[in-house]
């Protein structure tokens, strides 16, 4: 497949600034693969779809505020700064991005905080804008976690267009978000409220988790016109022996097995046995999924409406078939359906 057979033309007003009011009451499109057909539902009916025993694999990840702004020393200069991955914790060094890179150079000092209690200095360039920091902080590894909670910022996606606002604290981490270590949120999640939680549960559906953390890697823009030679960036994932004796029961007893987001999808394929079983894992993943590819764990999948030419379009392709899923996002626009973080759901079904 090629890069361009995934572009389309996005209209800016489809791209959802907001969540819906309630996490369930997004629209949903149901895709059949087996016969092409495409209904229009609301995210609670999801469970429509499911039976008793079948089982639902979530990416229990949580979003830290990784985005900060502090001041170069000297010119006083704005930066931004976006925490991509923690290093060494003894040594305080971290991975970043800076905004404007062109500025920050090794050996310069950054400074945070209206007091500028937290100092940072540039040790090494990675890539165009990314950096290595050594964080200086007078006090505890915990102290020191908690200033970077304190004077951080929830990470909501550029493409937004809009400033951080209060309910995003909240809104951009799915109510069953445990693990934090996330720069973005598993989209797909964030439809789940509690409500829908317990009527799953009262059903017989099965949820269980896996963890990826989300980096950049996921949204890093692709490239190359020829997707195989893409490289994903490494992110940190595992799955418990308890998630594989779940999963794997349900595989041997012919149930269903519904990833929610990419992330989970990836991480599942991550883990594959050479008998079509899950795996435990615990370690990092560059599983980059694109058309064709044969799935071995789930069956069914719920995403959002990902940016023209995103990986996770290109995911979602492999999924659904690259036909139906062009089907679906022509069909999407012209129904008004919301895209990107905030936006819709979609569930693909045999």
Request: with cysteine; net charge negative; proline share 3%.
């Amino acid at each position: 497949m090629k890069l361009s057979q995934f572009g389309y033309k996005l209209p800016e007003n489809l791209i959802a600034q907001h969540p819906a009011e309630n996490r369930d009451e997004s629209r949903l499109m149901v895709l059949h693969k087996k016969t092409g057909e495409i209904e229009h539902k609301m995210f609670k009916d999801v469970l429509d779809y499911f039976e008793e025993d079948d089982v639902f694999v979530t990416n229990n990840t949580r979003v830290f505020p990784a985005r900060l702004y502090g001041n170069k020393e000297k010119t006083g200069a704005r930066i931004e700064v976006f925490l991509l991955r923690e290093l060494n914790p003894t040594t305080k060094l971290w991975d970043v991005l800076v905004d404007p890179a062109r500025k920050i150079r090794i050996g310069n000092k950054l400074y945070f905080g209206e007091d500028e209690s937290l100092v940072a200095e540039v040790i090494d360039n990675t890539t165009s804008r990314g950096r290595t920091l050594r964080f200086l902080f007078d006090g505890s590894y915990e102290e020191f976690r908690q200033k970077l909670k304190d004077l951080g910022e929830t990470p909501l996606p550029r493409e937004l267009g809009r400033e951080v606002e209060e309910e995003d604290e909240e809104r951009y981490q799915t109510i069953y978000a445990t693990n934090e270590g996330a720069v973005a949120a598993p989209v797909a999640g964030l439809h789940f409220s509690k409500h829908l939680l317990k009527r799953l549960e009262i059903k017989g559906i099965h949820r269980t988790a896996i963890t990826m953390h989300i980096g950049l890697g996921t949204f890093a823009p692709v490239e190359v016109e020829d997707l195989s030679k893409h490289k994903m960036d490494s992110e940190q994932a595992e799955i418990t022996e308890e998630t594989c004796a779940i999963v794997n029961k349900a595989i041997d007893t012919r149930k269903n097995v519904c990833a929610v987001g990419t992330t989970t999808m990836r991480t599942l394929e991550s883990a594959v046995s050479s008998d079509g079983h899950l795996n435990t894992f615990d370690g990092w993943t560059n599983k980059f999924i694109f058309p064709p590819y044969d799935f071995s764990i789930a069956n069914a999948m719920i995403t959002n409406f990902h940016h023209p030419k995103s990986t996770l379009m290109m995911q979602a392709a492999a999924f659904a078939g690259y036909d139906l899923l062009k089907k679906a996002y022509d069909v999407a626009i012209k129904e008004e359906y919301k895209f990107s973080t905030y936006g819709d759901a979609m569930l693909i079904v045999d």
